[in-house]
């Protein structure tokens, strides 16, 4: 390593990554430098995702970062600046599904809010859900929202190699290396500590490091309210149903999807703690107890399946209101945050990692208004609830 970069980013996951890549593409002779703890990702959040992308948002911020993501994805080689194919994308759709009426108003306002921004979102009566959806048990059932474009599985393990590998191909610096402080004179960073005692000079400093955000942030006297949140994942085989099982979310708690030719299930542990960013244990019963049943209550097809593989992965999740935290805290002037997407932060990478450069390179919000999620709503006390949260 040299001993100063323009920029150090504190993370080396798909936030990191993306960052990584804007800066060299920006032509801007930055030099970058990204620290990763662990470069096999075996503890990573970007690691334990289900992949998936959708425009079903209640926040316009968050569909325009989909949208993004979906515009660089049809524009792949060209972005990328190589002759290479697009990640794949499975657009089998998200449905989301209400209970009372109260959850049907919420639909219905998010749809008008959806389809204003260019989605594809179509509300279904539980007839209408009948008809689209025969193996569904609709007891219950309110209302539905079924994204019909631009919604459902994309290889973001794929996006995250090509920005990865690009990155370093352009010219940016990756080093396996834990950082543990910071070196600051007034209100300005001056270096990163690492955990061998080397300080690495820095002009700015992104913190890109997930469910570690907080720790990070604390090195700066910054109280960021982002926390470890468990998520588990099931993966099974069974009959096919009629057509793609789209991403649906069952108010029960559980959200089930197409997954290739198996399924994916989904849910948070029932007292959705904070957890330590290394925890990524799981409830022995959980699948036995829970989700199976309740999953064959919805889709009685499911009764006869056979379990593949689980995992449980982190949403780094933002208690102040669920959405994220990006750009120039006002406590420290070269300080940037990407932090605190409570689970949305592979599809909104794209998006993000470019905001996050323009805005170091520029002084302003260039591509995308990121505004609404600008960092220093924690100083104001202003909120941007994002309520569609899985």
């Not at 959708?54 to 060209?78: C, D, H, K, P």
């Not at 935290?325 to 599809?347: D, R, T």
């Amino acid at each position: 390593m040299r001993p100063s970069y323009d920029l150090v980013i504190i993370g080396g996951g798909m936030m990191g990554a993306a960052a990584a890549f804007w800066a060299m593409k920006a032509r801007a002779g930055l030099s970058v430098l990204v620290l990763e703890r662990d470069p096999s990702y075996a503890f990573a959040s970007t690691t334990h995702t289900n992949s998936c992308i959708r425009l079903q948002f209640g926040t316009e911020v968050n569909i325009r970062l989909s949208q993004a993501t979906l515009a660089l994805l049809a524009n792949f080689a060209e972005v990328m600046e190589e002759d290479a194919p697009p990640p794949a994308l499975d657009p089998f759709g998200y449905l989301y599904l209400a209970s009372t009426e109260a959850g049907a108003e919420r639909l219905r306002a998010r749809a008008a809010l959806q389809n204003g921004l260019g989605a594809a979102t179509e509300l279904l009566t539980p007839e209408q859900m009948a008809e689209r959806f025969p193996w569904m048990v609709l007891d219950g059932l309110v209302l539905g929202s079924h994204g019909t474009r631009g919604e459902g599985y994309f290889d973001g393990s794929a996006l995250f190699s090509s920005f990865r590998r690009r990155s370093r191909e352009m010219g940016a610096e990756w080093r396996q290396a834990t950082a543990t402080g910071f070196r600051q004179t007034g209100p300005r960073l001056t270096a990163v500590t690492l955990a061998d005692g080397t300080e690495i000079a820095a002009g700015a400093v992104l913190n890109a490091a997930g469910p570690r955000a907080a720790e990070v942030a604390g090195w700066a006297g910054i109280a960021l309210p982002v926390e470890p949140r468990r998520r588990h994942t099931f993966t099974f085989a069974a009959a096919p149903l009629a057509a793609k099982l789209p991403l649906t979310i069952d108010p029960s708690g559980f959200h089930v999807r197409q997954d290739g030719p198996h399924f994916m299930i989904g849910c948070a542990p029932e007292d959705d703690l904070p957890a330590a960013p290394d925890d990524f244990s799981m409830a022995p019963d959980l699948w036995e107890e829970r989700l199976w049943p309740a999953l064959a209550t919805r889709i009685p097809a499911f009764e006869s399946l056979r379990p593949l593989r689980h995992w449980t992965g982190h949403y780094a999740y933002n208690t102040h209101d669920q959405n994220a935290l990006v750009g120039l805290h006002p406590a420290v002037e070269n300080l940037y945050f990407a932090n605190g997407f409570s689970g949305h932060g592979l599809q909104q990478a794209a998006g993000i990692g470019r905001g996050i450069v323009e805005l170091l390179t520029t002084g302003s919000w260039q591509t995308l208004d990121l505004s609404a999620l600008d960092v220093s709503r924690l100083v104001t006390g202003a909120r941007v609830v994002e309520d569609a949260i899985i």
